[in-house]
């Protein structure tokens, strides 16, 4: 997510949750999952084949707020050379995280090729995008995060509906809600774009 995407973004928060402005100064990068506990809330249960799971902020982009707009841009290509992915495991849906830059260093919160499952969306998704543009970007929300909770950005499409639609789906899948990180492939999934297939939110 770029600055324009971070203005869809920061909308969204409004819209949902009214507090944008409660966003921690707490880094969400990888390696603070290890280094400081407290800064996503880990699951109980036990973990397949290297799995991690906790609670994410979840926003979204779409075709028609990118940078530039009207595309399908993405920064970090790793199996797509624009954003896209149908959310299974071969195809996972373009995700953008929170970034550094210190001097001509930039560091992303997850590395990219990382891949997630998001079990209320049923869609595999992988890093090839920044969230947050500028000289700073740390000091942007996707990278100081939400209530002390990564803040990730989904790519939701709409390349092929209207812009409205696609900016609901937006809002309508932003949200604290579970993730899976180096999740297994056998996972359910509904495939296809989320803004083409209705945008659909599951529970569990």
């Known amino acids: 997510m770029r600055f324009s995407r971070m203005l869809i973004g920061l909308s969204v928060v409004v819209l949902v949750t009214s507090a944008c402005s409660s966003a921690t100064t707490q880094s969400a990068s990888s390696k603070s999952l290890t280094s400081s506990p407290a800064s996503v809330v880990l699951s109980t249960s036990s973990p397949r084949n290297g799995e991690t799971t906790f609670d994410i902020y979840l926003t979204g982009y779409s075709y028609w707020d990118n940078t530039p707009p009207g595309s399908a841009e993405i920064s970090k290509p790793v199996i797509h050379r624009k954003a896209g992915g149908k959310g299974t495991y071969r195809d996972p849906i373009t995700i953008a995280v929170g970034h550094t830059i210190i001097g001509n260093r930039q560091t992303l919160d997850f590395e990219a090729g990382t891949r997630f499952y998001i079990p209320n969306l049923r869609k595999y998704v992988i890093v090839e995008d ?22 990730l950005d989904i790519y939701v499409d709409g390349s092929g509906s209207r812009s409205g639609d696609a900016t609901q789906c937006a809002r309508q899948i932003t949200a604290v809600q579970q993730i899976i990180m180096n999740p297994d492939r056998d996972y359910p999934v509904v495939s296809g774009a989320l ?5 659909q939110v599951f529970s569990g």
Do not use: A, K
């Open 130 to 151: 920044v969230c947050g543009d500028g000289r700073n970007p740390q000091d942007g929300p996707c990278h100081t995060g939400y209530n002390g909770l990564p803040w």
């Open 195 to 199: 803004t083409e297939t209705g945008c």
